[in-house]
């Protein structure tokens, strides 16, 4: 006979599995969606897992939801008002808009959202749950909510996936929506930066140079590697202003990780072995499974550049994703713990898993609070 705390799980796998959106569909009978509710002896002793698992639930649900909205919903401009909303939960939002990143001098992130009608933004997200005043653990997420790739286009066909490059971004958000509801006694911080990559006249070209929050430059000879440019501004941000314990950064960022490890393992990149085994240890747990890759000062020539500090591809080719990991690593300026996770195989699936169907998986959430 199952525990109840067993129950508790089967249950909760359930709901995960019945998630489906359904926003658009004329037709809301097919709605999945499955509420449950326990009766019974000693049910009262697990109210405390089911409060945490149901924080989870929402956590997910919540990423999954940013995840599969379409590009034209979901533009910067409304996802930073749906960050905003979280504030009732008693998370602390602040918002930057263009004029405030100006100023604060993050060229790299606004480079990329350039050539959109749309803003661009920074968002930090607290959550202070410790009675103390330690050193929060940080969450940093790259929200490029549609890649068009710039002027560097992408083929059109599959480009529609692209309203799926915020999902880095969308399980920060999600994640810190979850810390807030079961009320975890920890200090955490999430940052992600929102902008939308579209050729115009005022878009990035390849071989513009800008000049990152770091201060380092970078010259872009590929505006569809854009992502690295959004975190670059928003991990040096992290570190310097929240000093962190360390640093987990996501992101839908390279092809190059689906070809190395499908859609089975995240890439995981980190300058900390403690950090890595215990991303190691809970994706084993939790069935979110990451897979280290090497991070190597060898790599650093392949991203050197003649005209700037750096260049935004490799264009010899090879390792797509440890030089893109090798160009994150120079924005953490002070050696803080940190590691990236690539989650472009993981963020959506094009066939349904044991705990989501199709579509936007939520991968990450359950990692990260384990």
Same mark, same amino acid.
């Given at each position: 006979?199952?525990?109840?705390?067993?129950?508790?799980?089967?249950?909760? @796998?359930?709901?995960?599995?019945?998630?489906?959106?359904?926003?658009?569909?004329?037709?809301?009978?097919?709605?999945?969606?499955?509420?449950?509710?326990?009766? +019974?002896?000693?049910?009262?002793?697990?109210?405390?897992?089911?409060?945490?698992?149901?924080?989870?639930?929402?956590?997910?649900?919540?990423?999954?939801?940013?995840?599969?909205?379409?590009?034209?919903?979901?533009?910067?401009?409304?996802?930073?008002?749906?960050?905003?909303?979280?504030?009732?939960?008693?998370?602390? !939002?602040?918002?930057?808009?263009?004029?405030?990143?100006?100023?604060?001098?993050?060229?790299?992130?606004?480079?990329?959202?350039? @050539?959109?009608?749309?803003?661009?933004?920074?968002?930090?997200?607290?959550?202070?749950?410790?009675?103390?005043?330690?050193?929060?653990?940080?969450?940093? +997420?790259?929200?490029?909510?549609?890649?068009? @790739?710039?002027?560097?286009?992408?083929?059109?066909?599959?480009?529609?996936?692209?309203?799926?490059?915020?999902?880095?971004? /969308?399980?920060?958000?999600?994640?810190?929506?979850?810390?807030?509801?079961?009320?975890?006694?920890?200090?955490?911080? +999430?940052?992600? +930066?929102?902008?939308?990559?579209?050729?115009?006249?005022?878009?990035?070209?390849?071989?513009?140079?800008?000049?990152?929050?770091?201060?380092?430059?970078?010259?872009?000879?590929?505006?569809?590697?854009?992502?690295?440019?959004?975190?670059?501004? /928003?991990?040096?941000?992290?570190?310097?202003?929240?000093?962190?314990?360390? !640093?987990?950064?996501?992101?839908?960022?390279?092809?190059?990780?689906?070809?190395?490890? @499908?859609?089975?393992?995240?890439?995981?990149?980190?300058?900390?072995?403690?950090?890595?085994?215990?991303?190691?240890?809970?994706?084993?747990?939790?069935?979110?499974?990451?897979?280290?890759?090497?991070?190597?000062?060898?790599?650093?020539?392949?991203?050197?550049?003649?005209?700037?500090?750096?260049?935004?591809?490799?264009?010899?080719?090879?390792?797509?994703?440890?030089?893109?990991?090798?160009?994150?690593?120079?924005?953490?300026?002070?050696?803080?713990?940190?590691?990236?996770?690539?989650?472009?195989?993981?963020?959506?699936?094009?066939?349904?898993?044991?705990?989501?169907?199709?579509?936007?998986?939520?991968?990450?959430?359950?990692?990260?609070?384990?």
């Amino acid at each position: 006979s199952l525990t109840n705390v067993q129950l508790e799980k089967v249950l909760h @796998g359930a709901q995960l599995k019945s998630y489906n959106f359904n926003l658009y569909k004329s037709d809301k009978s097919k709605n999945t969606n499955i509420k449950l509710s326990i009766v +019974g002896n000693g049910i009262k002793k697990t109210n405390f897992l089911r409060s945490k698992l149901n924080a989870l639930l929402e956590g997910i649900f919540l990423t999954r939801d940013l995840v599969s909205e379409p590009g034209n919903v979901l533009h910067p401009d409304e996802y930073a008002k749906r960050i905003n909303s979280l504030k009732k939960h008693g998370l602390k !939002i602040k918002i930057y808009d263009e004029k405030k990143l100006k100023k604060l001098g993050m060229n790299a992130l606004l480079g990329v959202g350039q @050539g959109s009608i749309r803003g661009s933004y920074l968002v930090t997200i607290e959550w202070n749950g410790a009675k103390n005043k330690s050193a929060p653990l940080a969450f940093v +997420g790259k929200g490029v909510c549609f890649d068009t @790739g710039g002027y560097s286009l992408k083929p059109a066909k599959f480009m529609e996936d692209m309203t799926y490059d915020m999902a880095g971004s /969308a399980v920060v958000v999600g994640l810190m929506k979850s810390l807030a509801l079961r009320k975890a006694k920890i200090n955490a911080v +999430g940052v992600v +930066g929102l902008v939308e990559n579209m050729p115009g006249g005022d878009a990035l070209r390849p071989g513009d140079i800008l000049k990152s929050y770091s201060g380092k430059t970078v010259e872009v000879l590929n505006t569809d590697a854009e992502g690295r440019l959004v975190l670059a501004d /928003a991990l040096t941000y992290t570190e310097e202003k929240f000093k962190p314990k360390f !640093i987990v950064d996501l992101a839908t960022l390279t092809g190059a990780i689906i070809v190395s490890l @499908g859609s089975e393992y995240a890439g995981l990149f980190s300058n900390d072995d403690k950090l890595s085994d215990q991303l190691i240890e809970s994706g084993k747990h939790v069935e979110e499974k990451v897979w280290r890759m090497p991070l190597n000062k060898n790599y650093d020539k392949l991203i050197d550049s003649k005209n700037a500090d750096m260049q935004n591809i490799n264009y010899v080719g090879g390792a797509g994703s440890t030089t893109a990991a090798q160009f994150l690593q120079r924005f953490i300026i002070n050696k803080t713990p940190w590691a990236h996770l690539d989650i472009a195989g993981m963020a959506f699936s094009k066939y349904a898993g044991s705990l989501n169907s199709s579509g936007a998986t939520g991968y990450g959430v359950r990692l990260l609070d384990k």
